[in-house]
């Protein structure tokens, strides 16, 4: 069963920083592109930040020189380094393993989280 677990949510000021964690199982994460997504209330869920399986990262403009994707094969998670938060930033955080395989003959599949909330007031 595959599970993809998000952490470090919370409230924070502007200006402020908090650090997410994906936990996963279940898929072979070193083979995984992972990626963040936000969905704010009212609007889409947006692209915030992805990590090829070889580590190399992509953002999203409104986060670059904000925030950092990184990854811990060892560990099967990744994160997301959110600094100088603002309010623009409040939204549900999604992680994503993008086309992940739970063997290595399995066809790759999106998984998705549950989020996590981030809320930054003014």
């Known amino acids: 069963q595959v599970q993809l677990v998000e952490s470090g949510g919370g409230l924070v000021q502007a200006g402020g920083s908090l650090k997410l964690s994906c936990a996963t199982s279940?898929?072979?994460?070193?083979?995984?592109?992972m990626s963040w997504h936000r969905q704010a209330p009212g609007k889409e869920r947006e692209l915030v930040a992805g990590?090829?399986?070889?580590?190399?990262?992509n953002y999203e403009d409104s986060v670059k020189g904000r925030f950092t994707i990184s990854r811990d094969n060892a560990k099967n998670t990744v994160y997301l380094q959110m600094n100088n938060l603002k309010p623009d930033d409040t939204a549900v955080y999604y992680c994503?393993?993008?086309?992940?395989?739970?063997?290595?003959?399995?066809?790759?599949?999106?998984?998705w989280g549950k989020g996590t909330l981030v809320t930054v007031s003014s």
């Open positions: 994503k393993a993008d086309r992940g395989r739970t063997t290595l003959l399995s066809r790759g599949m999106d998984y």
């Open positions: 990590i090829t399986r070889n580590s190399d990262p």
């Open positions: 279940g898929i072979i994460f070193s083979l995984s592109a």
